[in-house]
């Protein structure tokens, strides 16, 4: 039996940076990196450019302070409201968009998107 204490995130919280630098982040010996960026970008993408989801409005419920899935996404959607699950994210967001210094860079994915769209 599994002695660890169990943490209910919606309770207890998420280190959105802890979670941000281990599961997404640029390092060259990240080990989820085709699981949670270049797989789920891709068919996002494939999706959105083909036009099979559109509409005017989004809204995101991704946990943490994910954003790298809705580059695609904003291409096609006029509006993108993005719900996030603690202040934390939403602390760890508006660094990101404010350009604010010790902001999680999403470049990499940037670039990722830019190149699957044939942008330079």
Known sequence: MD???KKFYHIHGIDS????????SDKEDMVFREDTLKFPMMNLHYVFSRGFICGNLLI????????????SAANIFKDIIIMKLNEKCNME???WHGDRTGAFSWTHTKT????LEGKR
Do not use: N, P
């Open 93 to 95: 967001l508006r660094r």
């Open 3 to 5: 002695s660890t204490q």
């Open 112 to 115: 990722a998107v830019e190149k």
């Open 60 to 71: 995101d419920l991704s946990m943490g302070a994910l954003v790298h899935h809705l580059y």
């Open 17 to 24: 940076r802890s979670f941000l630098d281990f599961y997404f």
